[in-house]
């Protein structure tokens, strides 16, 4: 058998180098580091799943109008937002029997505002429908609500009238609603039945510009 040198044993009894021990502690500093973050991670994820509420969802397509059934509707959980305008799950059964006074459509969120107790089109009152270009009316958005005026225009190619518009309706916004294949935009309005025809007759000829009122008397 061998006999270790002096200077062999000395080697096998000295502590292993300084930089040898400086990468151990940097590893295992950057271990805790990652344990840390995937904690972190976790929680937080976890977190934004718990913070979600329930609100009234379309489960099929319900028509403007439309009485509203158990059928139509369903529920879905979604993140927490502010600035989405949602009817909370709660509220479900109390929306059956109710009317919509937009187009709905299966898989997307119950607009609050597309709620109605009020049938389309009251007495009294027609419901007219416009197609109008970016020079028919204003660049605004229209809302539901609006006060707004019909004015009669002149044909393509005619000069501009010198006297006011011949003929004026009166009528509201119920629903507007960009058509992604042209550059009009759909405009539903409530007009007075004696205007009916005179307003369908504009439409249809194109000769028609909307103009939004001030909705302060």
Do not use: C, H
Request: charge should be positive; proline fraction near 10%; aromatic fraction near 2%.
């Amino acid at each position: 058998m061998t006999t270790p040198t002096p200077t062999q044993a000395a080697e096998q009894i000295l502590p292993p180098p300084a930089s040898r021990q400086k990468r151990s502690r940097i590893w295992i500093a950057g271990a805790l580091v990652l344990i840390t973050l995937g904690g972190l991670l976790a929680w937080f994820v976890v977190a934004n799943l718990r913070d979600t509420t329930p609100v009234v969802a379309l489960r099929t397509d319900v028509p403007r109008g439309t009485v509203i059934t158990a059928a139509n509707l369903t529920t879905a959980d979604i993140n927490r937002d502010p600035n989405l305008k949602t009817v909370p799950a709660t509220q479900l059964s109390t929306i059956v029997g109710k009317r919509t006074n937009a187009e709905l459509k299966a898989g997307t969120l119950l607009p609050p505002a597309a709620i109605t107790d009020t049938l389309l089109p009251p007495a009294g009152f027609s419901l007219i429908g416009l197609a109008l270009a970016p020079g028919q009316l204003p660049a605004t958005p229209l809302q539901p609500g609006d006060k707004i005026r019909l004015v009669s225009t002149p044909k393509d190619q005619d000069d501009p009238a010198a006297t006011p518009p011949t003929v004026t309706i009166l009528g509201e916004v119920v629903a507007s609603t960009a058509l992604t294949d042209t550059a009009k935009t759909r405009v539903d309005v409530l007009v007075s039945v004696n205007d009916s025809a005179i307003a369908a007759a504009m439409a249809a000829t194109n000769r028609v510009a909307l103009i939004v009122d001030s909705s302060q008397k």
